[in-house]
């Protein structure tokens, strides 16, 4: 299958049992790791530090060798394909960092050199939205972090990429500038061309722009969903201390993710209310309480979970 | 690839411009100085260029629409177009009429001299970035700077006799010119097998 070919027809990022190790570590960054992001569509990556959000992002740039498993973006594989792939992907890597002593105004010539689909209109559209006019005289090292990651943004957004891979874009940047890059990032998505997967920390951020979620905890996939469909679906509920041998009895193959036994009562993180309603036995005390919970409260109460 | 050779030019200018100005000093003070200049001017630059690399550049051109190999050549076609700057600038500076008071360059050093280091220097600076995209900055600038005090080892005595009982001295003196011909030779095909290894090694490898 030729490039042109595999890019029609591809998903926008394909990994299937793909492992990573790094050279003289003993444990796996990435271990038999499969999701999918289909095109168009917003990937949110959400774990926390060495959970193996960056290498997941620098495997689908060809920027890391996987150590087994098979890697497809647009359908083609980053490694064999490399130059020629690149001209559809952009890239921002977490401290963004390009050569000190060249102005942006030179680096973004360079840069525009590279891609034949380059929109010059639309990169000065990008610096006038992000306040980076006054700054295309400056040399990038002269930059503060958050110039520099919104430099590396417009950059990446200029030559319309069909897949946008964002190592968090938005740490350690200010609430203004964070702003400032997530609603320049949703006009980008407008079109409904580009997919983006965009690792954070912060999950608000993910919140608000993701149609998937990915909750990865030590190289391995806890959660991939779509985002609506997991905050309907995910609650935390509590039950009576009645429950607690039924829940035992239930084991990790039901509804219930975990759960943590009170003084007065349990509290339970429940993977899908319909099916733990359908299962909860009528013999057992109700009502019982059940709150909605947001985003970070679900990615709090999985990895917490996964750790005990 | 030319888009990258151009952009450590134009990154390393001052550098550039700064090491282009020891001939001139070459001129007042004699020919050792322009074999200190065709060492350093390729070695300095390397070294500065691959800093930049060290620090995020290389992560940064590997997102882009470059091959490996073509980030590879362009470190080693910048170090040889450095070369051919200095060697050139030391024969032209070397043509000039001694100044009053100055000894005269001798023929012999109007091009055996130059053409003898920049082999030299070839040879050090790309064992130096062959290391780099092997092992990594800091590393490599460890080794190859063990490499490049070599030459310091022929002002110890012993090491003097050693040289001079090895018949080099007569060879330099019968035909220095074939002698500077062999040496270039051998450095590039040396310099070429760098280059193709740093490219087989960074191909492979992880930019973390």
Same mark, same amino acid.
């Given at each position: 299958?030729?490039?042109?070919? $595999?890019?029609?027809?591809?998903? $926008?990022?394909?990994?299937? =049992? ?16 499969? *999701? ?33 498993? %098979?890697?497809?973006? *647009? ?31 030179? *680096? ?10 380059? %929109? ?10 992000? %306040? *980076? ?32 891979? &964002? ?55 806890? &959660? ?29 193959? =039901? ?12 509290? $339970? ?9 359908? &299962? ?8 019982? %309480? ?19 | 690839?030319?888009?990258? !050779? ?25 020919? #050792? ?8 001017? #390729? ?8 800093? /930049? ?39 032209? !500076? ?14 012999? /050093?109007?091009? +055996?001299?130059? +053409? ?5 220097? /070839? ?27 070599? #030459? ?6 012993? !090491? ?7 018949? @080099? ?6 035909? #220095? ?5 062999? !040496?270039? /030779? ?14 087989? @090694? ?7």
């Amino acid at each position: 299958m030729t490039l042109e070919t $595999a890019m029609e027809t591809g998903a $926008a990022l394909t990994m299937r =049992g793909v492992s990573k190790r790094y050279r003289g570590s003993r444990t796996w960054a990435l271990r038999d790791l499969s *999701l999918e992001v289909p095109r168009g569509y917003v990937m949110g990556l959400l774990g926390k530090n060495g959970a193996g959000k960056t290498t997941l992002i620098k495997l689908a740039c060809g920027l890391l060798k996987a150590d087994s498993g %098979d890697i497809r973006v *647009l359908g083609a594989d980053p490694e064999r394909s490399g130059p020629e792939l690149r001209r559809f992907i952009g890239y921002v890597s977490e401290a963004p960092q390009l050569y000190n002593n060249l102005s942006l105004r030179w *680096l973004a010539g360079f840069v525009a050199g590279r891609f034949p689909a380059w %929109d010059e209109a639309y990169f000065r559209q990008l610096l006038r939205r992000l %306040d *980076l006019r006054d700054h295309l005289g400056d040399r990038f090292g002269k930059l503060s972090k958050g110039t520099k990651v919104k430099f590396a943004l417009a950059l990446a957004l200029a030559h319309r990429p069909k897949v946008l891979l &964002l190592d968090e874009p938005t740490s350690g940047l200010d609430p203004a500038a964070r702003r400032e890059v997530l609603s320049v990032l949703l006009e980008a998505l407008r079109d409904g061309e580009t997919a983006v997967v965009f690792s954070s920390h912060i999950t608000s951020d993910v919140e608000k722009i993701a149609d998937f979620v990915t909750i990865i905890d030590r190289g391995r996939v806890l &959660l991939t969903e779509d985002k609506e469909t997991l905050l309907n679906r995910v609650v935390r509920a509590v039950l009576p201390r009645e429950a607690g041998e039924w829940l035992e009895r239930l084991g990790e193959e =039901g509804p219930v993710i975990h759960w943590q036994m009170g003084r007065r009562r349990i509290t $339970a993180l429940i993977g899908d209310l319909d099916e733990f309603e359908a &299962l909860y036995p009528r013999a057992l005390p109700r009502p019982f %309480d059940v709150t909605r919970m947001n985003l970070e409260d679900i990615f709090v109460a999985l990895t917490d979970a996964r750790e005990e | 690839m030319l888009a990258l !050779v151009l952009k450590d030019l134009y990154e390393q200018r001052t550098n550039i411009l700064f090491f282009l100005a020891f001939p001139a000093l070459g001129y007042l003070v004699g020919p #050792p100085l322009y074999g200190a200049f065709l060492i350093l001017l #390729p070695w300095s630059i390397a070294i500065r260029a691959t800093y /930049a690399e060290d620090r995020g550049g290389l992560e940064f051109l590997c997102s882009l629409p470059f091959s490996r190999n073509q980030i590879v050549t362009a470190k080693f076609l910048l170090v040889l177009l450095l070369l051919l700057l200095g060697v050139g600038e030391v024969v032209l !500076v070397s043509a000039l009429p001694p100044l009053e008071g100055t000894q005269p360059v001798p023929d012999q /050093a109007l091009w +055996v001299m130059p +053409v003898t280091v920049a082999g030299f220097a /070839a040879v050090l600076t790309g064992a130096f970035l062959n290391l780099f995209f092997r092992i990594g900055y800091i590393r490599a600038l460890n080794y190859s700077r063990l490499l490049a005090l070599l #030459p310091l080892a022929l002002l110890i005595p012993q !090491v003097q006799q050693i040289v001079l009982k090895s018949g @080099v001295q007569l060879f330099l003196t019968s035909d #220095p010119r074939r002698l500077a011909l062999w !040496v270039l /030779a051998g450095s590039l095909v040396v310099y070429l097998a760098l280059l193709l290894d740093a490219r087989r @090694v960074f191909g492979q490898k992880d930019i973390a």
